[in-house]
């Protein structure tokens, strides 16, 4: 069972657009709610991250909103760029954060 | 800092072969996580400890064991390697505090192969 799930798998967005990339988690006790980002032979790189005691936070252009009851929260990249053209993860965590659960990640490519 | 490092960059090995992939970091975290990531899985957890002598099963644990006899240091071994082991690995530390508490630093991956 797919605790952490992830959508879309990939998204192509024309610069100075808006990417939106969602996650549904099963998990009630999950209380940490990380976004990474990720470039080609890289380790992945924490973006933002939030908890279940806020609905939204932002971070420059880049924004989580979190539904609790839903059990859901998106990644909002406004004004996207080429440098966003990354994979992104979603992830959640019920261990102080120490043992994430992943999303399968989603491929975002930015079209100049 | 160095921060997290991992040893080696890339391998090979041949089925039923065993191996130890390092993890330093000289940060100074309480936390310590190993995952595998495969194409299209995303990366999944394989084993975790909170600090020295303290370690957990993550999500695919079985045929990897690890060990946290100091701070600094938590290697993952593979007892017989088989072709389904066949990932790239990271490590990753983090720690409770900060201005971004939890956050996990990642090393820059082993790429293994198994034959």
């Known amino acids: 069972q797919q605790q952490v799930k992830q959508s879309p798998q990939s998204l192509i967005v024309q610069k100075g657009g808006i990417s939106i990339i969602n996650c549904a988690y099963e998990n009630t006790a999950f209380d940490y709610f990380p976004w990474y980002q990720q470039f080609p032979g890289k380790g992945p790189a924490l973006l933002i991250a939030?908890?279940?005691?806020?609905s939204e936070k932002k971070e420059g252009r880049f924004t989580i909103s979190f539904n609790k009851s839903a059990k859901q929260f998106s990644l909002h990249i406004m004004d996207s760029q080429p440098g966003d053209s990354a994979t992104y993860f979603c992830?959640?965590?019920?261990?102080?954060?120490?043992?994430?659960?992943f999303g399968k990640g989603t491929t975002l490519s930015v079209s100049s | 800092n160095a921060g997290v490092t991992q040893t080696p960059k890339f391998q090979v090995l041949k089925t039923g072969q065993s191996m130890t992939l390092q993890c330093a970091q000289d940060m100074n975290h309480e936390y310590m996580s190993w995952y595998r990531q495969d194409p299209g899985m995303g990366l999944r957890l394989i084993h975790y400890s909170v600090g020295a002598g303290i370690t957990d099963q993550g999500e695919v644990p079985n045929g990897y064991n690890v060990s946290r006899s100091t701070t600094e240091d938590f290697p993952l071994r593979l007892l017989s390697a088989a072709p389904s082991q066949t990932s790239v690995y990271f490590c990753?530390?983090?720690?409770?505090?900060?201005?971004?508490?939890?956050?996990?630093?990642f090393g820059p991956g082993t790429r293994l192969t198994v034959t």
């Open positions: 990753a530390s983090s720690y409770s505090g900060g201005e971004t508490p939890y956050e996990q630093y």
């Open positions: 992830a959640a965590s019920n261990q102080a954060g120490t043992a994430l659960i």
């Open positions: 939030i908890r279940p005691d806020v």
